[in-house]
């Protein structure tokens, strides 16, 4: 325990070293964790919603163009309702790519969907690839731990060590500082 109490010590006192410094670490580690959360928060609903998730309808009542995704994405609102008509959810989010609006057709648009349970706030088209989604949280997750080691190391930027030397034999003579005079009585 003293030893982690030590390394831990020894950190901090790195850290305390760094000053400024310290604010450009603090961001760097603050940005990768607000990367990895946005993919990892929506991949792990997917998952739940994939493997342990309720099926049923989605009824879209609003729809609009998702300007910050790839292709042709909408982020849609509507009631979702399960299969067995045990679950329902208003104003619950639904993304999915559509070559137009989809409301276009008529209303109501029925699309099937998955949530994670009763409390969820947003529906997923069934089989929507969700471990891509965790693949790119867990890898800046990755990053934002190497960034946080990288900062707090006590290591770096320390002279390195001198190499070892070889022990003088003991019949030569120690150098001039270290010979003890002798004194006279």
Known sequence: MARLRQAVLRRVDHVWELGWANLFGAALVGFFLWL????????IDQLRAERWGVGGTVSLSR???????????????????SADGTVRIDGVAYEESFD??????????DHAARVSGAGSSSAWPPGDEWQAALIIGVFCLFLATVVLGVWTSPDEGRPARAPATRRRPRSAKP???????????
Do not use: Q, Y
């Open 36 to 43: 990895a959360l946005m993919p990892l928060g929506d991949g």
């Open 63 to 81: 729809c609009a163009v998702d300007d910050w995704a790839r292709g042709d994405p909408w982020r849609c609102e509507g009631t979702f309702v």
């Open 100 to 109: 137009d609006d989809p409301r276009t057709a008529g209303e109501p648009v």
């Open 175 to 185: 150098p001039a500082r270290l010979r003890m005079r002798r004194r006279r009585r």
